[in-house]
């Protein structure tokens, strides 16, 4: 909806460049300034990408004697054996990508099922229930207390403390209710004559006419997931249960635990911690050029909301 | 299947509530278990802040909350003496404090400047650059930072920056050892990461403007500097206020993980925070009771910030944030 409406708007830029046709050369040179420094500053920022996975890729000697900037030097793959020889790590990035779907199914059937009814002008208690949503944005609880909360509930060390706690997002269900808003209710009013339940009603018409939202709030909540650490280190004491995350912030911390000797303690190399980083992020790169409109998206979304 | 369309036609004159239910069950039925979760994961924690108020036993951790004795506030007594408390307390508000100063301004220049282009295709490439770090976790970037700023030594290998300085003749810079270069590492990394996301937002804004306006201005002889200064800066003044008073309102709340991830055991006088501070004495000291008033210390001076902020954007004309 507002993607929409910034699009309809003609472009500044244009209008500003036929206007200063009588100046052209010097806004040339203008605009060449401003490209070449924009595209230094993009260069900037993914140096340090850049450099973790020249690290991850150059020889161990090159490293050792510092020749290597952005760009690999001696290449060769041994860090990526390593790293995924350490620790179990190819089965535990399968099961941090099972928990990121799991995690992001869950919380968008959840938002739906608020957001829906909440969008509804006809619902008595939508506001009461409102507010009372709203409210827990701006109280919460604290660490310790959550920490108690998840406990009486018995779900320390289990892997539903990864799920349930953060099951659905109230920031997120507002946006959810601001595009099933946009909806015609007239469209509901003719489905229910033909006898429609409001469960098909929501599956069969409100779902498939917000699914750009839908699509940027489960990457939204797929992210937080695959990068969260946080309600690990509260609540999970396990290391089958630990995420890649979790995984790399021990490679980092060079605790390397091997299961038969019990703990050693062992630096990593510097080459294999880049390898287990670049490895983290690989699913977010590969992802992300295809998927950066939805995120876009998502930012002008909460911005309309705000 | 629904009663409602028999209602319509022949209104129950006795009340409206058996219609109106016949007519929205199903909607509140669809709301029920988003319903339970809140109450059960958002509500029922707060209850527990009673902790705050009691003894937690460590020799006895299934004792419920419910079930400890009462020891009223000696532990908001003991954290006011605790000079620890303090000096996190004093490390939240410095390293917000820069994440405000160095961190803020700049994604507003960017994203004004970046108006000033009209290659899209740079526009658009700058922002799929910007944005990227915004969807890594605090952990990667902590393992970058260390790549980025270790120290250099011969036969060990050491982070880009120290590579460079090295191998231009200088000498190391201690930026992962020394508390107050750390701190520069927090800031640089934290507008790496979230510089993007504010671009984005600053211009979405600066695309909605009115382009006849900056038109107006030329056509009247204003410089490039002028018009930027007079016609675009005040069109984004109020998204800037907004986002100002909601970083003020949050100065005394920090994340854990960021703190957290990026520190060392060199630099804890630097990068002890609150929230760190609070994970240590509840899941390493086991004090639990003294972590959740320090916990709920917090929550409430951030409240009545945040409450403070909302006013003050109301009073300068602006549409309060909650």
Not at chain 1, 14 to 21: L, P
Not at chain 1, 235 to 246: A, C, E, P, R
Not at chain 2, 87 to 108: E, H, M, Q, R, V
Request: contains cysteine; glycine residues 6%.
């Amino acid at each position: 909806m507002s993607n929409a409406s910034v699009k309809s708007v003609p472009n500044p830029k244009k209008i500003k460049e036929t206007g200063s046709e009588l100046n052209n050369a010097s806004s040339r040179a203008y605009q060449i300034c401003w490209c070449t420094f924009f595209i230094i500053v993009s260069f900037i920022a993914i140096i340090p990408i850049l450099r973790v996975i020249s690290i991850s890729m150059s020889s161990k000697d090159a490293i050792l004697r510092g020749d290597v900037f952005i760009w690999p030097v001696g290449f060769n793959t041994d860090a990526y054996d390593k790293a995924l020889k350490t620790g179990n790590f190819l089965r535990t990035l399968g099961y941090s990508v099972l928990l990121m779907l799991g995690a992001s199914a869950i919380n968008m059937v959840m938002t739906i099922l608020m957001a829906f009814p909440l969008a509804r002008r006809n619902l008595k208690l939508g506001s009461i229930i409102m507010t009372f949503c709203v409210l827990t944005m701006y109280l919460n609880p604290g660490t310790i207390p959550n920490y108690f909360n998840v406990k009486d509930f018995n779900l320390i060390n289990t892997v539903w403390a990864l799920l349930i706690p953060g099951a659905m997002s109230v920031y997120n269900m507002i946006i959810m209710r601001t595009a099933f808003r946009s909806i015609d209710e007239s469209l509901y009013e003719a489905a229910r004559i033909e006898g429609c339940s409001e469960f098909r009603i929501m599956w069969q018409i409100a779902v498939p006419l917000t699914v750009p939202t839908i699509a940027t709030l489960a990457l939204f909540y797929a992210v937080s997931r695959w990068n969260g650490i946080e309600d690990q280190l509260y609540y999970i004491n396990n290391s089958q249960l630990y995420t890649v995350q979790m995984t790399l912030k021990q490679m980092i911390e060079s605790i390397k635990i091997s299961a038969e000797e019990g703990s050693t303690t062992q630096m990593t190399p510097d080459n294999v911690k880049a390898a287990s980083i670049t490895l983290s992020m690989l699913p977010m790169l590969i992802v992300y050029p295809f998927v950066q409109r939805f995120f876009t998206q998502g930012i002008m979304l909460g911005a309309v909301k705000g | 299947m629904t009663t409602l369309p028999r209602s319509e036609i022949r209104p129950n004159r006795k009340g409206w509530f058996k219609p109106y239910i016949a007519g929205t069950w199903q909607l509140y039925a669809m709301m029920l278990i988003p319903i339970i979760y809140i109450i059960c994961f958002k509500y029922k924690p707060m209850l527990h802040v009673v902790i705050a108020f009691k003894k937690y036993n460590a020799f006895n951790p299934n004792l419920s909350v419910w079930d400890m004795p009462w020891v009223g506030f000696r532990w908001f007594e003991e954290a006011f003496r605790d000079s620890l408390f303090w000096k996190s307390l004093a490390n939240t508000l410095i390293l917000n404090l820069g994440d405000l100063i160095l961190g803020f301004p700049f994604p507003i220049l960017l994203a004004i400047f970046l108006n000033e282009l009209t290659s899209n295709k740079v526009r658009k490439a700058t922002q799929l650059a910007l944005y990227l770090p915004n969807f890594l976790s605090w952990v990667i970037i902590a393992g970058i930072s260390a790549q980025l700023f270790a120290n250099y030594m011969v036969n060990v290998g050491g982070g880009l920056v120290n590579n460079i300085i090295v191998s231009l003749g200088g000498t190391n810079v201690p930026f992962l050892e020394n508390p107050s270069w750390w701190r520069f590492v927090y800031w640089i990394m934290g507008i790496w990461q979230s510089a993007g996301y504010s671009l984005i937002i600053y211009l979405a804004a600066l695309m909605s403007n009115d382009p006849s306006l900056s038109e107006a201005a030329y056509i009247d002889g204003a410089t490039r500097m002028q018009r930027i200064w007079h016609v675009t800066v005040p069109q984004i003044m109020p998204t800037i206020s907004t986002l100002l008073i909601m970083q003020v309102g949050k100065v005394v709340s920090i994340s854990f993980d960021r703190p957290y991830m990026m520190s060392n055991a060199n630099v804890t006088d630097a990068s002890q925070v609150i929230s760190t501070f609070v994970y240590d004495r509840a899941f390493t000291g086991h004090r639990f009771d003294y972590a959740a008033a320090i916990g709920l210390f917090q929550s409430v001076v951030g409240i009545i910030l945040i409450l403070i902020a909302n006013q003050g954007s109301k009073k300068m004309g602006q549409e309060g944030i909650i």
